[in-house]
Structure formats: structure tokens, C-alpha cells
């Protein structure tokens, strides 16, 4: 039995993903598919860390000797030609310091020409994203994208009133078109980039699983209740509670900065609510189509 089909062994044995076995080894999915099909073997330190992790002596792990009570004559072990994979630096690490860099020349550039609120405002998304490519090891584009956006859509909030769900109230009453204004233009964008972001998401995490049974589909039926109609009749409350305090009179300014800040975050709260329901949605379809499968 080769080192590769006792590594696939024993990781199955300990109910381990090929995922879940590279990030506590700290290395890539594709190097423990390469180790299970003996494309390439672990560095040393892997091997000493893999018989840790699946309580087994080295000789188990590489060459199946497994303790006996009479063993039998050893074996002359077989000579071969190995290849050792060394996974190489993190390219996120390089790409985060370089977005650092990128975030304080903004601010010293912008600010020093325009205002230092400007440049922080400037210099937040690659703050943010040189940070997440710093110190999270998985998905880093992925969280670097949503971060952006959301930094760019509360700056388009802030300043043009404006969110990716104006675009929806706009496309409900009537269509595009040559004279409409640049906020439906921004909106429209932003609504495109929300829908390619779900989009990734759900790609992102195709593995995920989830129980399978009528109480994953009421657990996700009453998420999507909450998210479509929840979320909605509760900023419509919000929106008359505000409007009865003005007594049909003019908004007070604070008043209307409340109104926003919660319309705000309501809306935020129901981007992430869709994004999770749609990542869960697809893995309950995927493990019943899979058990159709194994019925079949």
C-alpha cells in the first residue's frame, strides 16, 4: 500500500475533508490531493505532523507496518524516487503590504491636496483588504471584494443617497434609459456587483454541507420568510414610526439621519441574511440531489 493510499486511508478513518486536513497542516487542498495520489510526498515535518495527527508511527503512515504481536521478517523496503513538494511564501502576505503602502500614500497624497477626511475615506478599502490578506489564510479575494464593495456603497450612500436596491424600486416602476440619472446608473452597478458577489460566494463555499432532513428545509423556509418579508415590514415600521413623530410636518434633520442609519443597516443586515440563505439553499439542493442519486 502506497503513501498516498494510507494517507487517503487514515484521513477518511479520521473523518477528515481534504480541506479540513490542509488547513491544519497549513498547506494548500491541492498538495493533500497530490500526497493521496502519489503525485508528490510531504516534507518531513508533514510526515512527523500527520502521524501525530492520526496516531499512527511513521512506519504505519509510510509503509503500512502496523504492530503485531509475532511480526514477520522485515521486508527489504523498496527504493524509490521521491519528489518533496515545498509550498511556497504566501502571495497574500506581499499582496498586503502592498495595499498598506497603497492605503498610506492615499492618505498622505490625497490628504495633503484635498483633506485628511478624504484620504482616510480613500485609503479604507485597501486598509481593510491588506489587513484580511494579512491574516486570513483562506479566501482572502473573496472578503477583500465584499469589503470593498461595502466601503464603496456606504461612501455612494453617504454622498449620492443611494444603495443597490434603488435599483430594484427603479426597474419595478419604470425602465432605463438614455435620460435617467447618474444615481440610477449607480445603483444599477451596485446591484450587478451584489448579485456577482452572492454569485462567488456560493461558489466559494460549494462544499459546505448541511443536515439532511425536513428540518434544514424549515430552518432555510423560515430564513427566506425573515429576509423577504420580515426585513421589509420592518423597515416600513421604521418609516412610520418616523413619519407619525413628524405629525405630517417636515423631518427633523435628526430624525432623518435615524431613518437612514436604520434603513441603512437593515439593508446590510439583509444582504448578508441573503448571501448565507443562498450559500445553505444550494447545499440543501445539492444533498438531495445526492441522496436521489444514492437511491437510485
Excluded at 7 to 16: A, D, E, T, V
Excluded at 91 to 114: D, E, P, S
Excluded at 208 to 228: D, E, F, N, Q
Aim: aromatic share 6%; with cysteine.
Amino acid at each position: 500500500m502506497s503513501l498516498g493510499t494510507n494517507i487517503s486511508r487514515l484521513r477518511q478513518k479520521k473523518g477528515m475533508s481534504q480541506e479540513a486536513l490542509a488547513q491544519t497542516l497549513e498547506v494548500s487542498r491541492q498538495s493533500v490531493s497530490k500526497w493521496e495520489t502519489d503525485v508528490s510526498v510531504p516534507e518531513l515535518e508533514k510526515l512527523l505532523r500527520l502521524a501525530e495527527l492520526f496516531d499512527v508511527s511513521l512506519d504505519e503512515l509510510i509503509r503500512d507496518i502496523r504492530p503485531r504481536e509475532n511480526p514477520p521478517e522485515p521486508a527489504a523496503p523498496e527504493v524509490r524516487t521521491v519528489y518533496v513538494e515545498r509550498e511556497p511564501a504566501p502571495a497574500r502576505r506581499t499582496v498586503g503590504i502592498v495595499l498598506l503602502t497603497a492605503a498610506a500614500l492615499a492618505v498622505l497624497i490625497i490628504g495633503l491636496y484635498i483633506g485628511l477626511p478624504m484620504g482616510l475615506m480613500a485609503a479604507a478599502p485597501f486598509v481593510i483588504c491588506g489587513m484580511i490578506c494579512l491574516f486570513c489564510r483562506r479566501r482572502p479575494g473573496l472578503w477583500c471584494a465584499w469589503a470593498a464593495f461595502g466601503v464603496v456603497s456606504l461612501f455612494v450612500t453617504v454622498t449620492n443617497g443611494t444603495r443597490w436596491d434603488t435599483a430594484l424600486f427603479t426597474l419595478r416602476y419604470r425602465a432605463y434609459s438614455a435620460g435617467n440619472t447618474m444615481a440610477d446608473v449607480v445603483s444599477l452597478a451596485e446591484l450587478l456587483a451584489v448579485l456577482g458577489l452572492i454569485l462567488w460566494t456560493a461558489l466559494s463555499f460549494r462544499d459546505v454541507a448541511v443536515p439532511r432532513g425536513k428540518k434544514t428545509w424549515l430552518i432555510l423556509g423560515a430564513g427566506w420568510l425573515i429576509r423577504l418579508a420580515g426585513l421589509p415590514a420592518l423597515g416600513t415600521a421604521i418609516n412610520n414610526a418616523v413619519l407619525s413623530v413628524a405629525e405630517g410636518g417636515a423631518l427633523p434633520p435628526r430624525l432623518l439621519t435615524i431613518r437612514s442609519v436604520a434603513v441603512t443597516v437593515l439593508a446590510y443586515a439583509g444582504l448578508a441574511l441573503t448571501t448565507v440563505l443562498v450559500v445553505y439553499t444550494a447545499a440543501a439542493v445539492r444533498g438531495r440531489r445526492k441522496k436521489e442519486d444514492e437511491i437510485m
